[in-house]
């Protein structure tokens, strides 16, 4: 089965862990764009979000990168109005610590121990997957 219209973005510093995230979900039939970095981002340049909609459906972030922690990327995403769905947003730390979990929890997002077999993330993706497009169905049937 194909998904060609959820977007996923893959934000990790670890070439590899982006490549194979990438290639597995990519050979699923979703779209998916990777980033080594947040820094990619233009909410980062201290501007609002101006996007009409989302500009990915699933956002997967790593929390442990060099230039910005993916927790501090998240709280950016709130303040500035990104447009994807908190609960689409997918954090991943190797020190997934009570706190950390209970930060991203409070800003709506989801996180998962490092290291995350295939069959994980497959299993994440797909039920974010279910949730994004019965919301679409609801929206064009009404």
Known sequence: MTHHNIRIFIIDDEECIRDSFAMHLSSLGYQVETFSSPTAC???NGHKCEMSDSCTDILIIDQNMPELAGIDY???LVERRCKVKPKHRIMLS???TPDLAAKVT??????YQKPLLLDQLEEIVESARKEIEAE?????AG
């Open 42 to 44: 233009p909410a980062l």
């Open 74 to 76: 998240l709280k950016l």
């Open 94 to 96: 190797g020190k997934a």
């Open 106 to 111: 409070a800003m709506g997002g989801q996180i």
């Open 136 to 140: 679409r169905s609801t929206k064009q």
